[in-house]
């Protein structure tokens, strides 16, 4: 069973920056797929970034540019890089780990930003 734990998350004014960073329990981490997700109050949760085996990423329209994803296999660790933070960026994130037959998820982290 693969645990994950975020971190970094808190409120910040708009413009500012912030780096959450997820930490992965278990000998897998490096062949997962490791993601960041986020889900705004009334609304679904949403993918934000994701990084795979390779290094190679994908982001969503609305963060491209102000986001980076990154994973460090030594220390089991993804993190997100989230600079020009806007108000619509509030949410509670999330990271998640899959790979065939798993998907794990953290218990989130939340992200305020103020205008």
């Known amino acids: 069973q693969v645990q994950l734990v975020e971190s970094g998350g808190g409120l910040v004014q708009a413009g500012g920056s912030l780096r959450l960073s997820c930490a992965a329990s278990?000998?897998?981490?490096?062949?997962?797929?490791m993601g960041w997700y986020r889900q705004a109050p009334g609304k679904q949760r949403e993918l934000v970034a994701r990084?795979?085996?390779?290094?190679?990423?994908n982001y969503a329209d609305s963060v491209k540019g102000r986001f980076t994803i990154s994973r460090d296999n030594t220390k089991n660790t993804v993190y997100l890089q989230m600079n020009s933070l806007k108000p619509e960026d509030t949410a509670v994130y999330y990271c998640?780990?899959?790979?065939?037959?798993?998907?794990?998820w953290g218990q989130g982290t939340q992200v305020t930003v103020s205008s």
């Open positions: 990084i795979n085996t390779r290094g190679s990423t």
């Open positions: 278990g000998s897998t981490f490096s062949i997962s797929v």
């Open positions: 998640n780990l899959h790979r065939i037959g798993v998907d794990g």
